[in-house]
C-alpha cells in the first residue's frame, strides 16, 4: 500500500472519528484526532490540519443544536477558556506534549474513577460551580490550544450534572466552537494553519460532514443510560492512551 494511501486512509479515519465526537455522540472520541493523525505527520502540524476540520464540524453542529444549550455553564466557562488559550499560546514553545497528555490523562482517569467507585458520595443534579467552571474552562482551553484535547476538562465538569442527551451535546458543540474560533489567530501567527496544511483540511472536509451527519442522527435516538455509559467507558479507555503516550513521550524525550 502506498504512502499516499495510508495517509489518506489515517487522516479520514481521525476526522470521522472526531466528527462523531462534535456531533455529540460520544465527546470523549474528539481526543483521538490528532493522536491518530500523529501516525503520518508530526503533532503540531496534525493539529493545525484539524482545526480549519473542527471549525466546519462547528457550524454544522451549531445548525443542528443552537436551541439545546445549557447557557449558565457556558457563561462559567468560557472565560476560563479565553485564558486558557492565551496561556498555550504564551508559553507553547516550552510546553512539553507529552506532558500535558499524562497530566490530563491522570486527571481523566481520577474523574472516572470517582464516578465508578465509591471515593466520595456526590451530590447529582447541583448548579454549576463558578470557581470550578473557570478553572476546568481554562484546563479545556489550554489542552484544547496544544493537541485539540479540551474534552475531558469540559467533561469533568459538565458531565456529572447529568444534563440530557442533547442538551449536553449541543453545550459542548457551541463551548469548542468559540474555543477553536479563539485559536485561528494563534495558529496563523505560529504558522500551523499555511497553504499546505489548508489543502489536506480541504480535502478532509467531506469526510468531516459525513460523521457529523451520521452521529447527529444517532445522539438522538440513544437513551440516556447507554450514553453516559459509553461515555465514561471512553473517557476510561482514552486516560490510559493519553498517560500511555505522556510517559513513553517523556521516557524516551
Known amino acids: 500500500m502506498s504512502a499516499d494511501i495510508v495517509f489518506a486512509l489515517v487522516a479520514a479515519t481521525a476526522v470521522f472519528v472526531v466528527a462523531l465526537a462534535k456531533s455529540g455522540l460520544v465527546a470523549s472520541l474528539g481526543i483521538l484526532g490528532v493522536p491518530i493523525l500523529i501516525f503520518v505527520m508530526?503533532?503540531?502540524?496534525?493539529?493545525?490540519?484539524?482545526?480549519?476540520?473542527?471549525?466546519?464540524?462547528?457550524?454544522?453542529?451549531?445548525?443542528?443544536?443552537?436551541?439545546?444549550?445549557?447557557?449558565?455553564?457556558?457563561?462559567?466557562?468560557?472565560?476560563?477558556?479565553?485564558?486558557?488559550i492565551g496561556i498555550g499560546w504564551l508559553?507553547?514553545?516550552i510546553t512539553s506534549e507529552s506532558a500535558v497528555r499524562l497530566a490530563i490523562g491522570i486527571i481523566a482517569l481520577a474523574f472516572v474513577l470517582d464516578e465508578w467507585l465509591p471515593i466520595r458520595k456526590r451530590l447529582e443534579g447541583l448548579p454549576p460551580n463558578r470557581p470550578w467552571g473557570v478553572f476546568w474552562g481554562s484546563m479545556a482551553g489550554f489542552t484544547?490550544?496544544?493537541?485539540?484535547?479540551?474534552?475531558?476538562?469540559?467533561?469533568?465538569?459538565?458531565?456529572?450534572?447529568?444534563?440530557?442527551?442533547?442538551?449536553f451535546a449541543g453545550t459542548s458543540v457551541v463551548f469548542f466552537a468559540v474555543v477553536n474560533a479563539l485559536k485561528v489567530g494563534p495558529y496563523l501567527a505560529l504558522g500551523q494553519?499555511?497553504?499546505?496544511?489548508?489543502?489536506?483540511?480541504?480535502?478532509?472536509?467531506?469526510?468531516?460532514?459525513?460523521g457529523m451527519l451520521v452521529g447527529i442522527w444517532a445522539v438522538r435516538r440513544v437513551?440516556?443510560?447507554?450514553?453516559?455509559?459509553?461515555?465514561?467507558?471512553?473517557?476510561?479507555?482514552?486516560?490510559?492512551?493519553?498517560?500511555?503516550?505522556?510517559?513513553?513521550?517523556?521516557?524516551?524525550?
Open 42 to 84: 508530526p503533532a503540531r502540524e496534525a493539529a493545525g490540519v484539524m482545526l480549519p476540520v473542527l471549525l466546519v464540524m462547528d457550524a454544522i453542529g451549531l445548525l443542528a443544536y443552537r436551541r439545546e444549550v445549557h447557557w449558565p455553564n457556558l457563561r462559567t466557562l468560557l472565560p476560563g477558556a479565553a485564558m486558557g
Open 91 to 93: 508559553f507553547w514553545a
Open 144 to 167: 484544547s490550544f496544544v493537541s485539540h484535547a479540551g474534552s475531558p476538562p469540559f467533561q469533568i465538569y459538565v458531565l456529572p450534572q447529568r444534563l440530557p442527551p442533547p442538551i
Open 193 to 210: 494553519i499555511n497553504t499546505g496544511s489548508l489543502i489536506v483540511s480541504m480535502a478532509l472536509f467531506p469526510v468531516a460532514v459525513g
Open 223 to 253: 437513551s440516556p443510560t447507554l450514553f453516559y455509559r459509553l461515555a465514561y467507558a471512553l473517557v476510561f479507555a482514552l486516560a490510559f492512551k493519553l498517560i500511555w503516550d505522556g510517559a513513553t513521550g517523556l521516557w524516551f524525550s
